[in-house]
Structure formats: C-alpha cells, structure tokens
C-alpha cells in the first residue's frame, strides 16, 4: 500500500524528543520560544506564537483579533472544518463564499457581495498548499477595512508573489499535525506582524494570563509542548527540502499522468500538501485505487455550508462540484521513484 501521507521522521527527530525527555522540561519553554524565534525568521514577521494544534491557532487569532458574537467573517465553502469552526467559537457567524474551480481557493470576486455592516474579517485558506489571490482579497479588505487571517495550515513556505503566505494578511495561522509540510505530532503558530495582536495571543494561549495567576480575559490552554516544538525545529530545518520534493513528485505526475494535473495560477509557489485532480464517476476510479494498493483522500466530501452545525442554507455550485469529484494522490516526500512511477501506471491504466 502507497499511503496517501507520511510523516518523515528522522534520527535528528528523535535525539531531539529525546534530549527533552532527558532535561524534564517538558511543557512549554525555552525550546517553545526558539521555534517561535525561527519561524517568524522564517517568514519575515515580527511575532509568532505557538499553540498544540493549528485549531488552537486559528481560535487564538479569532479571539485576539476581538471578533465575537453578532460579528461576520467571510470564508470559503470549501476547507477544512476547523476554518469555520473557530468562527461559532467566538460565537460569531461564519459567511460561505464560492471557490474558483480551477484552485479551489476563494473566489474574490465572490467576497464583496457577501460584505455586511457586521463583517470584520475575511479567513482565505491556501487550500493543497497553494496561495489565494491575495492581491485582490487585501484590496477589498482594505476598502472594507476588514482584518485578513490567513489559514496557510496545509501551506508551509508557499509563496505569493514572492512573499511568503502566513506574512500577507493581518495574521497568518499554520498547523504541524501529522499529515502536513511539516510536522511535530499535534501543533499550530500564529504569525504577525501587530505587536498588539501579538501579545493579546500569547495571553489567550496560557489562559488570559500575562502575570501568573492574573487572568486578565478569556483564555485556554493553547499551550504547545517543548517536545512538539524539539520536533518542529529539526522539521523547520527540512521545510525547503520537503517542499522541493513535494514540488518535483508533482511534476513528474504533471508529465505523466492522462486524467490531467491540478491548475497553478500565475506568481504562486504552490507546495502541494495535496496533488488534486478531478475524476468524474469518482466511486469507480477509488475502487480502482484499493485495488491496485493506492492510498487517497478526499478533501472535502462536504462543502463546509451543508455541514449540520453551521445551519447555514447558503448554496455554493462550484464547491459543490469539487466535492463530489476531488481525489488527492500521495504527493509527500517519503515517497520513492518506485512508488510515484506506480502511482502513475496504476491511475493511467484507469479505463473511465
Ligand atoms: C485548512 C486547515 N485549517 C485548519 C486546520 C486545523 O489544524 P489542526 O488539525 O492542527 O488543528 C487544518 C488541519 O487539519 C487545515 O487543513
């Protein structure tokens, strides 16, 4: 079996967890602050603040950004869960806008029709790693004077127009669970440049305290591990190498593959966390994957306005679409020469 992801753990990975174990301090630390340190480098932001899971990320940006209940924020119809679950967190309202069938990502020209006196932020997500129109989301969000916060959770190191995602908006929000770019179990990072944003995050992440024992507003325990971020920092170090991989598996599907290959639009780096393409009858295409020993996924099955939690009744076709026909094929690092030449026989000998 070709699984549809793997995490590449090393021996740098676990000397490190290791070392940690060794020095009993467990819980969030010095290591926490330096894998802080590097990924705001990284991206070429001021401030960036760690949490166990890229949930807890976009939660805290949410929160520090003041949205609450009675507020709108617009997002796509097609995303993970966690996208929009953030925004009932806050117990606001999330607003569902149509993708751009050809990147699945948001469509801007969709976003200002559903703009409303009580709009205040606009969450784009850089969906399979590659980056929304951000040139014209930050216009509308500046003519509107809305917050961006970006979830470039599946899109370490992608870059728009020669700037890093993550960096563009008013805050960016990543996440390391197991699956993505890189990874450190379980974890997340807020990204910004506003120190008061900055601070107000730090707060929320270690239950509202700035002084110990002081809870000066709501908060959680976002708090990411020493281990996690032991992990992180030797995964940081290999962030360019997996990407560069991910980047060449794709090509050389791009190069081979008969049912077409995904659409990268202009000026973007795209770091394919997911190879996506599009299959019509797609039950029997999936049968066809088991059969041979391919791993997939589908993401999504369900466009994020039919989820029953949102009770939204807002009908998005081209998510819609997407939904039903999207199949993502092992794209990931660890995969060998033998495993991505298979994948290529196996999905070339599909007779639609
Ligand atoms: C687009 C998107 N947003 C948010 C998340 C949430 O991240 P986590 O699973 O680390 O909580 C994920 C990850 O699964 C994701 O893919």
């Known amino acids: ?68 209940s009675g507020d709108e924020v617009i997002t796509t119809a097609f995303s993970f869960f966690a996208t929009a679950s953030c925004v009932l967190m806050q117990g606001a309202r999330p607003v ?87 990874v450190t179990g379980e974890g997340g990072m807020i990204t910004t440049n506003d120190e008061k944003i900055a601070e107000k995050a730090r707060m929320i992440r270690n239950h509202g305290q700035k002084e110990r024992y002081i809870h000066e507003c709501l908060g959680y325990n976002y708090r990411m591990t020493n281990i996690a971020a032991a992990i992180g920092l030797v995964q940081l170090q290999k962030l360019e190498e997996f990407n560069a991989r991910r980047i060449s598996n794709a090509r050389y599907y791009n190069e081979r593959l008969n049912l077409g290959s995904p659409y990268v639009a202009p000026g973007v780096r795209h770091v394919f966390h997911q190879y996506t393409i599009r299959v019509r009858a797609r039950e029997k295409f999936l049968q066809h994957l088991d059969d041979h020993g391919i791993g997939y996924g589908i993401y999504y099955p369900m466009p994020l306005p039919r989820q029953p939690v949102f009770h939204s009744d807002t009908y998005c076709p081209e998510a819609e679409i997407a939904s039903a026909e999207v199949v993502s094929l092992p794209v990931h690092p660890a995969l060998s020469r033998d495993d991505i030449k298979r994948v290529v026989e196996v999905v070339n000998q599909y007779e639609g």
Do not use: W
């Open 96 to 182: 569902f806008v149509d993708i751009d069938p050809r990147t699945y990502n948001i469509n801007p020209e969709k976003v200002e029709r559903e703009i409303s006196e009580r709009t205040k932020a606009i969450i784009p997500v850089h969906l399979y790693g590659q980056p929304c129109d951000m040139k014209e989301l930050m216009e509308i969000a500046e003519e509107h004077q809305l917050l961006v916060i970006e979830d470039a959770a599946q899109a370490h190191g992608a870059m728009y127009r020669g700037r890093m995602v993550g960096s563009i908006g008013d805050i960016g929000v990543f996440s390391f669970y197991s699956t993505k770019n890189i």
């Open 1 to 68: 079996m070709i699984p549809i992801s793997k995490p590449e753990i090393g021996k740098d990975e676990i000397e490190a967890v290791k070392a940690v174990l060794e020095s009993g301090m467990l819980a969030q630390g010095a290591l926490v602050e330096e894998f802080e340190d590097r990924f705001a480098s990284l991206l070429g932001v001021e401030y960036a603040i760690a949490t166990n899971s890229g949930t807890a990320a976009l939660h805290t940006a949410l929160a520090s950004a003041g949205i609450k």
